[in-house]
C-alpha cells in the first residue's frame, strides 16, 4: 500500500516532535498577529487605544451603531465568496475537517479566518479571540502536515498541536491548551497524540510570553475559601452557571435559525446583524468586542448587581447575534463573559447575607467562569485548569472543581451536545457514533496516493500508445496538457477496441483522439469508501488524483488494488485491537493463535537472514504475505515488547510477532 508518509522518518516519534515544536511556533506567532490584528481594527474603526469603553464614550451615537454594520459588510462576503468554514466560531469547523476529512484543513482559511475575525472584533462585534486563534492554529498544523504528506493519525495530531498551541498563547495556559486539544478536538490521551500536542503548547506559550509578556488573561483577585460553608453556594452557583450556559447555547442556535429564514443574500447578513448589535449597545456598549475590560470589572467587584443581570442578557443576545448574521469569532471569552456576570451578580447577593462566611463577589466571578465554560462546552476539566492556570493559586480547586463538575452535569443532563457540537450534529453529523462497521470512511486517498500515475501526452502517436500499453503495469493513462492539467484518461480496455485497426490508425490517431473526459476525478483529501463506490461503478482499476486549488492538475492516481488491501489491513487492524493485550499474553504459552478466517497471530524467531536488516529493507507484507506487529527483545535479561517502525531492525535473540494468513506465517516460520 502507498503512502506518501512512508519516508523513513516520518513513522517516528522524532520527526512529530519536531514537526510539534514547529506547529507551536506557528500557533503562537498566530496568536500574537491575530491580536495585533485585531488592535489594528479597533484604531481602524474607533480609533487609538487599549481599552474600548472610554473610546466608545467620545465617539458619537451615529458611529456607535455604524461601526459595526460597517465592519458587517466586509466581513461577510470575504467569507462567503471566499472561505466559508470561517464564519461562525472555529471550533466546529476544526472538529467537522477532522471527522471527515481527517483533518485536512485548506490554507486560505488561516488568512481568511485572521482577517475576518480581526474585523468582527474590532468593529464591535460580541465575540471572542480565542476561537479564530483555534482554528488558525489547527488549520496551520493542517497544512504543514499536507506538505509533508503525513498520514491521517499524524495529521490529526497535527491539527491538535495546531489547536492546542492556539488556546495556550490565547490565555497564556500551556496545560489548558493541551487538555483543549484532547479533551475537546480528539479525545485520546495516548501518548503518541499527546506528546506532541504538550509539546507545541509548550512552545506555543513560550512565543506569546516572549512578544506579550508574561501576565495573566484578567486581573485576578486574590482568592480563599473562607468557611467549609462556602462551598454549598458555590455548588448553586455551579447550577446557576449550568442554565446560563444552556441558555446561552439555545439563544445562540434559535438566532442562526431565524437570520438563515431571512429574505437577503447571504453576504448581506452580517450587516445587518452589525446594525443590531449597534443598537444594543447603545443601552449596553459593554457588550462591544471581546469584554476583558468589563470581565475584569466584574472579578474586582465593580459592578452592580443590576448591570451584572442586565450584561448577561446582553452577551447572549449580542454574541448571538453577531455569530448568527455571519460574523467570524469565537464564543469561549464570551462565555467567560457570561460565567463573570453570572458569578459576580450571585456571589454579592451571598457576600450580602452571609459577610463574615464568604468570600467578596470577585471569587465567585472567577469560579463560574469556569462553571460556564465547562457547561457550554462539556469540557471540564479543561475549564478547571484554564482557571486554574489564570489564578496559580491552588486554593481555588476546591470549589472550582464542585462548580464545573455540578454545571457540566446539569448541562450534559438537559442536552446531549456542547455549544460545538451542535452545530455538528445541525449539519446532518453525529460526533457520539461509534466507529462505522466500514473502515474505509476513516481512510483517505492520501494514504493510498501513487505519485507517480502513467501519464501521456495528447500528441503522442497512437503506435507509441499502444507499444505503452504493452509494457506499463498500470491499466489506465492520463493525457495531460500544459503545466500537467488532466484532460481525461485512455483505458486498456480503449485501446483493445482499436488495436485490430492499427495499421489503418497508423499515422493518423494520436493519444488525444483516444480521450475519455467522462473519468471520473477524486481529490486526495477524499475518503476510500467515495472511491470504491466510483470503482464499483466502472470498470476502472486506476482513477487519476487531482488538485483543484491549482487547476485541476493530475498530482497522482488510486488504485482499486490498494483501497482493497487498505480496507483488508483496517479490518485485521480494528479486529485485534480489542484482543490484541490477551493473545499477546497467550503467546507466552502458545507459538500461534487462531484469530478467525484463516489468519493467526504466530511469534517466531527472527531468522538470522534478517539480522542488521530494516523492516523497510526486508519488506516482509509483499515478500511472505504477513505483518510484523511487534519485536520481543531481552534487554537486561528482561523481555520488552515494542512497535516496530520501518527502520526497526530485528537483532539476533529477537523474536517477531507478526500476523497475517496461517500458511504464509508458517513459511515464515520455516526459515
Not at 59 to 86: D, H, M, N, Q, T
Not at 325 to 338: D, R
Not at 370 to 391: D, K, M, Q, R, Y
Amino acid at each position: 500500500m502507498r503512502s506518501l508518509a512512508s519516508g523513513p522518518v516520518r513513522r517516528g516519534h522524532i520527526f512529530m516532535v519536531a514537526v510539534a515544536i514547529v506547529c507551536g511556533l506557528g500557533g503562537g506567532l498566530g496568536a500574537v498577529a491575530l491580536r495585533e490584528l485585531i488592535r489594528l481594527a479597533q484604531e481602524l474603526f474607533f480609533g487609538p487605544g487599549e481599552e474600548l469603553l472610554p473610546i466608545l464614550a467620545t465617539l458619537s451615537l451615529k458611529w456607535r451603531v455604524l461601526a459595526p454594520a460597517i465592519g458587517g459588510l466586509i466581513v461577510g462576503p470575504l467569507v462567503y465568496f471566499v472561505a466559508r468554514e470561517a464564519k461562525g466560531h472555529g471550533v466546529p469547523e476544526v472538529m467537522e475537517a477532522m471527522m471527515l476529512r481527517g483533518g485536512a484543513i485548506r490554507p486560505r482559511v488561516v488568512v481568511v479566518k485572521a482577517i475576518a475575525s480581526a474585523i468582527s472584533i474590532g468593529s464591535g462585534g460580541s465575540v471572542g479571540r480565542e476561537g479564530p486563534i483555534v482554528q488558525i492554529g489547527a488549520a496551520l498544523g493542517s497544512t504543514l502536515g499536507q506538505m509533508l504528506g503525513v498520514s491521517t493519525q499524524q495529521l490529526r495530531t497535527l491539527v491538535g498541536c495546531g489547536a492546542a498551541a492556539g488556546i495556550a498563547a490565547a490565555f497564556n495556559a500551556p496545560i489548558a491548551g493541551a487538555l483543549f486539544a484532547v479533551e475537546i478536538l480528539l479525545g485520546d490521551f495516548g501518548v503518541p497524540q499527546f506528546s506532541p500536542i504538550v509539546l507545541a503548547s509548550v512552545v506555543a506559550t513560550v512565543v506569546s510570553r516572549h512578544f506579550l509578556g508574561d501576565f495573566p488573561a484578567f486581573q485576578v483577585p486574590a482568592y480563599q475559601l473562607v468557611s467549609p460553608f462556602e462551598l454549598i453556594p458555590y455548588m448553586v452557583l455551579g447550577l446557576i452557571s449550568g442554565l446560563v450556559a444552556v441558555a446561552f447555547v439555545i439563544v445562540l442556535y434559535e438566532s442562526e435559525n431565524l437570520f438563515e429564514k431571512f429574505p437577503i443574500p447571504e453576504p448581506l447578513k452580517a450587516p445587518v446583524g452589525g446594525l443590531m448589535i449597534g443598537a444594543l449597545a447603545l443601552a449596553l456598549p459593554q457588550v462591544f468586542g471581546v469584554g476583558y475590560e468589563t470581565i475584569n470589572a466584574a472579578l474586582a467587584g465593580q459592578l452592580s448587581v443590576s448591570l451584572l443581570i442586565a450584561l448577561l442578557v446582553g452577551k447572549i443576545l449580542a454574541t448571538s447575534i453577531t455569530l448568527a448574521s455571519g460574523g467570524s469569532g469565537g464564543v469561549f471569552a464570551p462565555s467567560l463573559f457570561l460565567g463573570a456576570m453570572t458569578g459576580g451578580a450571585l456571589g454579592t447577593l451571598v457576600h450580602q447575607l452571609f459577610p463574615f462566611a464568604t468570600a467578596t463577589s470577585g471569587a465567585y466571578a472567577l469560579v463560574a467562569m469556569g462553571a460556564v465554560v465547562g457547561a457550554a462546552t462539556h469540557a471540564p476539566i479543561t475549564a478547571i485548569i484554564i482557571i486554574f492556570e489564570l489564578t496559580a493559586d491552588y486554593h481555588i480547586i476546591p470549589p472550582l472543581m464542585a462548580a464545573c463538575v455540578v454545571s457540566s452535569l446539569l448541562a450534559m443532563w438537559l442536552r446531549r451536545d456542547s455549544i460545538y457540537t451542535l452545530k455538528l450534529r445541525l449539519r446532518g453529523l453525529d460526533p457520539f457514533k461509534q466507529d462505522d462497521p466500514n473502515p474505509l470512511k476513516s481512510l483517505y486517498i492520501r494514504d493510498v496516493l501513487d505519485p507517480k500515475p502513467e501519464v501521456v501526452a495528447p500528441s503522442m502517436p497512437f503506435e507509441r500508445v499502444l507499444d505503452l500499453v504493452v509494457m506499463s503495469p498500470h491499466t489506465e493513462f492520463f493525457v495531460c496538457g500544459d503545466n500537467g492539467m488532466l484532460l481525461g484518461g485512455v483505458s486498456f480496455s480503449e485501446v483493445r477496441r482499436v488495436i485490430f485497426e492499427q495499421q489503418a490508425l497508423a499515422g493518423l490517431v494520436v493519444a488525444a483522439d483516444l480521450v475519455d473526459r467522462s473519468i471520473p476525478v477524486v481529490h486526495s483529501d477524499d475518503s476510500l469508501d467515495v472511491v470504491m463506490r466510483l470503482f464499483n461503478h466502472r470498470d476502472d482499476d486506476e482513477l487519476p488524483v487531482v488538485d483543484d486549488a491549482d487547476g485541476g492538475r493530475l498530482v497522482g492516481s488510486v488504485h482499486r488494488r490498494d483501497v482493497i488491501d487498505a480496507r483488508n489491513e483496517a479490518v485485521l487492524r480494528r479486529d485485534l485491537v480489542g484482543s490484541m493485550s490477551s493473545t499477546v499474553s497467550l503467546l507466552g504459552r502458545v507459538s500461534e493463535v487462531d484469530v478467525g478466517d484463516g489468519y493467526v497471530v504466530e511469534e517466531i524467531p527472527s531468522p538470522r537472514a534478517f539480522n542488521g536488516h530494516s523492516l523497510r529493507e526486508l519488506d516482509i507484507p509483499s515478500r511472505y504475505g504477513v505483518q510484523v506487529i511487534f519485536i520481543r527483545s531481552r534487554v537486561d535479561g528482561t523481555a520488552r515488547l515494542r512497535t516496530p517502525t520501518a527502520d526497526d531492525c530485528p537483532q539476533e535473540g529477537d523474536t517477531l510477532i507478526v500476523t497475517g494468513p496461517g500458511e504464509a506465517a508458517r513459511r515464515l516460520h520455516a526459515l
